[in-house]
């Protein structure tokens, strides 16, 4: 009994660091695929039209009504202790610290994570990647490297939509539908909003997340089993861990960043 429970343990732990160091290869190898994904750009500029622009909507919507929801919410905040005019200020750091770059990130994930999963998945039940490696071509470079740049190129400038858009929403919410006072809105948010210190870090923030969530996708799509059964268990593992790897960044690289 005793045995057989530590068999089964040990057999465990053998798999998961097997499959960590198998999915730390692959990483770097992507990494360095930099030079060949580049080298026909057209395959890099065509992912980042399929994962951003066809995302482009659905963040835009989201960015628009938390926009909409910090204005009213941090309204009533601020208006207890005559603060009001700091609305502006509030929307903004929000925005382009956390809201921006995580709720992009968990879209992201949901929209164009589970979209590249599925389709490197299928790719690998149709026997695509394997007739590519018997023609001598590195699926990895060929297929791989192009959609995770693509999602390291797109998570930023969507990231950026998010939040421009959400400042909007905010707007129209605290100044033109509550009566705040816009030149107070405009100017606390100017005088408040620190390029380095917030939009940089904000904009790092959602690089990383591009790395995180596209590596975590385009793995679990190559690493599916060949079947449509495999393909919808990948396609849910992707949700769910990038998400998990999402919100545990966030919470280091806030650590690092503002602490």
């Known amino acids: 009994m005793i045995a057989g429970v530590l068999q089964g343990l040990g ?93 992009t990130a968990l879209l992201f994930a949901g929209r164009a994570g589970t979209s590249l999963t599925a389709e490197i998945g299928l790719m690998k039940a149709g026997e695509q990647l394997a007739a590519m490696e018997m023609m001598a071509v590195n699926p990895l470079k060929r297929v791989l490297a192009p959609r995770f740049w693509a999602g390291v190129i797109a998570m930023p400038i969507l990231a950026a939509v998010f939040s421009a858009v959400g400042i909007i929403g905010g707007y129209l919410v605290g100044v033109q539908m509550i009566g705040v006072d816009e030149g107070g809105f405009w100017s606390q948010m100017q005088g408040g909003v620190d390029f380095w210190n917030d939009i940089v870090n904000g904009v790092i923030k959602s690089v990383v997340f591009g790395f995180a969530v596209t590596f975590v996708a385009l793995y679990q799509g190559y690493q599916a089993q060949p079947t449509p059964e495999g393909v919808a268990r990948a396609t849910t593992r992707t949700v769910v861990m990038a998400s998990l790897a999402v919100l545990g960044l966030d919470f280091l690289l806030t650590a690092l960043m503002f602490s």
Do not use: C, D, M
Not at 44 to 73: E, P, R, W
Not at 80 to 96: H, R
């Open 11 to 103: 057999r465990n732990v053998r798999e998961t660091v097997a499959n960590v160091g198998y999915a730390t290869r692959t990483f770097f190898a992507l990494i360095f695929a930099f030079g060949s994904a580049f080298r026909r750009p057209r395959l890099v500029t065509s992912q980042v039209h399929f994962i951003g622009n066809y995302s482009l909507v659905l963040i835009s919507v989201s960015g628009l009504f938390v926009g909409f929801v910090l204005g009213l919410q941090g309204y009533y905040t601020l208006n207890k202790y005559g603060s009001e005019q700091a609305l502006g200020l509030l929307v903004a750091l929000s925005l382009t610290r956390e809201l921006g770059p995580v709720v």
